[in-house]
């Protein structure tokens, strides 16, 4: 007889972004004709920067001549996209990250996901809430936790919070973690870490012997100087933390996969016996076991986002998502909604007006207005009663959609 994961039953209902699709499409297909806008899936409209699709191209051409060909290549990534990555993502900003601490892959949603298979499930996990819902979904599927309660929230996870009260950054719990996932700039609500904020969390870690899961998948759409890009940029980070990052939003590659995880050497767990163990060495490990590298064209096209023309275009494209942030941001102000993010973040969080449940909002877009956003809810309970908008978006169907919540 066959048996399943039991820990998949846990699961409460179906992953957040499928069920929009799901609800979107069955609105479409009764509702021929009207044009829905979609701002809810932050998936990216603008294409890949000419000087990415360049490379992209010298790369295919390579694998098209017998003295160029690649087959398999390094399961952590080609040394030249992993020591630019390590030049130009954290060096120039003071951040000592070697290449060799950079593991190459096709998105920060698997490796977020992935991370849990190298620790125990003896681990106390706790995540943000709102947050994006993998962490949670897949702590849940990994055995670290027991089945959801009413209020939502599953046993065996501690929440930490994120509410306006706070300035969506959250405080220490009660009961102290053994790995964190923290995300900066936040996917859902846009806010983001100070420096003296992320130096709390990296103290803490090192007080308890933690670790930091941090995503920074958006760092890139930061404009305030102030805040830093990696929590390496926080002394002795180095020590206690993981960073995830992207290049999907970033130089648009949701389409062509392409992400790295930076694990630090001096970064250490523990066995039962309280000997430490090198954490690098342990996703090294799962890493070249269940991965067999992103593409060699693909890499060649990532490692032109550094050069010099590719940041100009990069940021080009990153710059016009935000203008549609600020005019997002703008208008629905203008509406008398509350607005947070959208200043250093592609996201913006709204908080529904006369304390509207986040799916009946969602549904009155749709049907209404026939624009998709993602309700507040889905990242987590103390998201009910918002909502998020993607700024990654056409600007004339930013500018429709703004016009049709207006009209409402």
Request: charged share 25%; glycine share 8%; with cysteine.
């Amino acid at each position: 007889m066959a048996l399943v994961n039991e820990h998949y039953l846990k699961l409460a209902a179906g992953y957040l972004f499928p069920e929009i699709g799901r609800r979107v499409n069955d609105f479409v297909k009764s509702h021929p004709g009207k044009k829905v806008i979609r701002m809810g899936i932050g998936d990216v409209t603008q294409p890949l920067a000419p000087a990415v699709i360049k490379a992209f191209h010298e790369g295919v051409d390579e694998m098209a001549r017998k003295e160029t060909f690649k087959g398999y290549g390094p399961e952590q990534g080609y040394e030249f996209l992993r020591e630019a990555i390590a030049e130009h993502a954290f060096r120039s900003r003071g951040a000592s990250v070697s290449a060799e601490d950079i593991f190459v892959s096709d998105g920060s949603k698997c490796d977020t996901g992935n991370i849990q298979e190298i620790f125990g499930n003896e681990n106390r996990i706790a995540i943000c809430d709102p947050v994006y819902p993998v962490y949670a979904d897949t702590t849940v599927m990994s055995g670290k936790t027991g089945k959801i309660g009413k209020n939502g929230y599953y046993e065996g996870i501690i929440y930490l919070p994120l509410t306006a009260g706070n300035h969506f950054v959250p405080e220490f719990p009660s009961q102290v973690p053994d790995l964190i996932f923290l995300c900066y700039p936040n996917n859902p609500t846009g806010a983001v870490a100070s420096l003296e904020e992320l130096k709390k969390w990296v103290d803490y870690a090192l007080e308890h012997k933690s670790i930091l899961f941090f995503d920074a998948a958006y760092e890139a759409f930061i404009r305030d100087e102030t805040i830093p890009h990696s929590i390496y940029e926080i002394e002795n980070a180095e020590k206690v933390a993981i960073e995830f990052r992207s290049f999907s939003k970033t130089a648009g590659f949701t389409g062509t996969r392409l992400a790295y995880t930076v694990i630090p050497s001096e970064l250490m767990a523990y066995d039962k016996a309280g000997n430490a163990v090198q954490v690098k060495k342990l996703w090294n490990r799962r890493h070249t076991t269940k991965f067999n590298g992103v593409s060699y064209p693909v890499q060649k096209a990532a490692a032109a986002v550094y050069t010099d023309q590719g940041k100009k275009e990069v940021q080009a494209t990153i710059n016009y998502y935000m203008e549609n942030a600020t005019l997002i941001r703008e208008r629905l102000s203008h509406c008398g909604y509350t607005v947070y993010g959208g200043e250093n973040a592609p996201y913006i969080w709204v908080k529904t007006k006369d304390n509207m449940p986040s799916w009946e909002f969602f549904n009155l877009l749709l049907h209404k207005a026939h624009v998709v956003g993602t309700p507040g809810s889905g990242f987590g309970p103390s998201g009910e009663g918002y909502f998020r908008f993607s700024a990654f978006a056409d600007r004339d169907n930013v500018l429709e959609a703004m016009e049709r919540i207006e009209n409402l």
